[in-house]
């Protein structure tokens, strides 16, 4: 029985990709216009990865009020929040920006630090109800609307391994008695290190006690955020860089410039679609774009292969009959190429969760555009460069 094989495009076509290389650049030198534009009029939504600030990621039992969330984080002074769903109704992710220091003294990473744990604190204050009245030295009288199971405590205090910390439970079983040993440091004691004990100790109570529970949580501090930004220009940079050669030696040189015109040609508009859409830009996006770059610039190398083949068969030829005949004949690989890599990318982009969903949206818009440059940019620039047709070796002459 013969098998039916579905074809998105027939086996011949003589569509005239050339003829419509000056609408082509237009578009594009528009578009990078307006990407420029974009980018300096807008910016770019830069993730905490590349500016600094914290992520924290908690989980509710019951689907999360937003609203109860958001009003306690921005009642803490970390100035702007951003509270959202993240991947499912009980999950939700909470953004705060970096905290600036007011003076030399204090260390930039460990505001983030101390922020993200007044948001833990509040957050697991709230979702517990309880409250503890501490008298500055050893005791502690922790009440709460509800039951507090004495093992519960007595099990997270552990983690402490003190043996006078201990935990008990009076006639009233919505209160509990929490009694602090004496520390000593460098054969010394006082108030700061009682006090600094009793916040160790309280926070890992709330957290036990809590409805809601932290996920994850990401801090990244301005050096380290500067380190990302170097880093990731460079990456982008640096494959260029090595596209630039390896296509060099594979084929002419016109062909290297034309190749690299096409990716620097995708990477603006990507930038662009960045500034428009305000999709957070962080390390996944720039993954994103070396992955694009890397899709891109293997498109464009079938379609450049397959020119060599027909410059090396038809000399005589006309070069943009040539061009057009090479770009129809990889056209069938090329549309069942990225159809297949689109079905993959929009699932993901759909079911891929809160996390992947910037990811999906780049590389959705970056297999287009790669598409695009490939057919309308980096084979008709070939006609601009002047390829020595005479370098080709003989083969059969058309």
């Known amino acids: 029985m013969a098998l039916a094989f579905v074809r998105l495009v027939p086996n ?96 930039e990473e460990r505001l983030q630090q101390q922020a993200a744990r007044k948001v833990h604190v509040a957050l697991y204050t709230s979702y517990s109800g309880i409250e503890m009245i501490f008298d500055g030295d050893q005791s502690v009288i922790i009440s709460a609307p509800i039951a507090l199971g004495l093992d519960k405590g007595t099990e997270a205090l552990s983690v402490f391994g003190l043996e006078d910390l201990t935990l008990s439970q009076g006639d009233d079983i919505n209160a509990l008695q929490l009694q602090l040993p004496v520390v000593v440091q460098d054969r010394k004691s006082g108030p700061e290190l009682q006090q600094q004990l009793y916040d160790q100790v309280s926070y890992k109570l709330l957290e036990t006690y809590s409805t809601l529970s932290s996920q994850r949580t990401e801090i990244v501090g301005p050096k380290v955020s500067g ?19 390896y296509i060099w030696l594979r084929f002419e040189w016109q062909f290297s410039v034309g190749a690299v015109i096409a990716l620097v040609h995708d990477i603006l508009l990507t930038i662009g679609m960045f500034s428009l859409s305000r999709i957070e830009f962080n390390l996944a996006s720039i993954a994103a774009i070396l992955t694009i770059v890397g899709y891109s610039m293997n498109d464009t190398v079938v379609v450049y292969d397959r020119i060599r083949e027909k410059m090396r068969k038809y000399k005589k030829m006309p070069f943009e009959d040539l061009i057009d005949l090479a770009i129809n004949k990889t056209l069938s690989r090329t549309s069942i190429t990225s159809l297949t890599t689109l079905l993959a990318l929009v699932s993901l982009y759909f079911l891929g969760g809160e996390a992947l969903r910037g990811f999906a949206a780049t590389m959705i818009w970056g297999v287009i555009v790669g598409t695009y440059s490939s057919i309308f940019i980096a084979a008709p620039i070939l006609l601009l460069l002047n390829v020595d047709r005479s370098e080709m070796g003989d083969n059969e002459a058309g």
């Open 227 to 245: 380190e990302l930004v170097r880093s990731g220009v460079t990456a982008v940079l640096g494959a260029l860089f090595c596209m630039l050669i």
């Open 12 to 107: 011949e076509t003589s569509i005239g990709f050339v003829r419509l290389r000056k609408f082509g650049f237009a578009f594009s030198v528009l578009a990078i216009i307006g990407s420029i534009a974009a980018f300096f009029a807008l910016g770019i939504n830069l993730g905490i990865d590349f500016k600094g600030g914290g992520n924290i990621e908690v989980r509710t039992e019951q689907p999360a009020d937003l609203t109860r969330i958001g009003t306690i984080v921005r009642g803490l002074g970390l100035g702007e929040v951003e509270v959202r769903e993240f991947g499912s109704p009980t999950e939700v992710l909470i953004r705060f920006e970096r905290q600036e220091a007011t003076d030399l003294s204090q260390n």
